[in-house]
């Protein structure tokens, strides 16, 4: 049997403009798993709204952090997937590593038929999500449930549901922190933001909210914090219905009147960093904390191809060869 590995991550359009946006967001939110009101009642909202509008908006947003080589969330992808494969041919294991993205190019479906061509018949699947979510892993599993269809003899295949508590992935987080702290100075609050669900998701049985306090108590534990020098919070809402709260943005706007004036961001859901943390956090919610009276406002980076995450992939990889 010949193995490969099989790298997921979200998506992100193929350039800064209203066009790729709204071919990108068409997509994303015509999946069931990230938007599940009943098509009738969304197709018109989608159609008639949100893309219309949304789309010149957050293309905008886009072309404020694009960088010269594409977005930054397909070029660090595309660094991850060549520091695995690099990483795995120097420890003697011959593994093809391919790409996909659940919503745009190259899709799960280019990256099957990359590793089929490679004569690769058992396959690790990926997703770049630390902490499972119905919305974003699940909606992996679907795509390569639905590619499996026309199928005749199935790969062998291994899903990596989750790995929120992985002692690399957490170790990795703090390291980082530890290192940005050492250049940058340490701040009063080490702040954990993570994209939000809908709490409603969370209601219904997603252990994503879950999975997130865990790794921020993991990673607080693994640099020795006090209760009081770290917090949680969640990120990203979109659409009217109540999300996982605390949200950051708030929190942000509270933070320098109770006291806390110098604050570093992280974001342990993004394994590579994007419009969400290029933008949202380092951006938008400096500006929050900074107008709000706050004085100093880190945003330490997503793993990214970080030596330390590229070494964790690999564990978790090869965990899944016995
Ligand atoms: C890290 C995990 C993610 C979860 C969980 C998640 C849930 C989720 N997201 C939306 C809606 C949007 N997300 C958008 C961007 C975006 N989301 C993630 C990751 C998670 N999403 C990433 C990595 C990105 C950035 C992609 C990039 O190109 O850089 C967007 C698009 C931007 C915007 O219009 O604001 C939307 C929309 C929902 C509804 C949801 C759970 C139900
Ligand atoms: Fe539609
Ligand atoms: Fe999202």
Redesign the pocket.
Known sequence: MKTGVLLV?????TAPTAKAVKTF?GQ??HDHR??DVPRAIWCPVLHGVILPF?SPK?AKLYQSIWWPEG???MVVSRRQQAGLSAALQEAGIDMPVALGMSYGEPSIGTAWQELKDAGVDRIIILPL?PQY?V??TASVFDSWARLMKPERMLPAFRFIRDYHDHRGYIQALAESVRDHWDAEGRTDLLLLSY?G??KR?EDEGDP?GHQCHRTSELVAAELGLERHEWRTTFQ?R??REPWLQPYTDETMKALPGEGTKKVSVICP??SAD???TLEEIAEQNKEIFMKAGGEAYHYIPALNDNPAHIRMMMDLVCRELV
């Open positions: 991550n979200l998506g992100t359009p967001l994303f939110l990230v938007v949304r957050v977005s930054p969330l999500y979510s919305s974003t994209h669900i809908p998701f994503y990203s979109f659409g859901a993004f994007c419009l969400e």
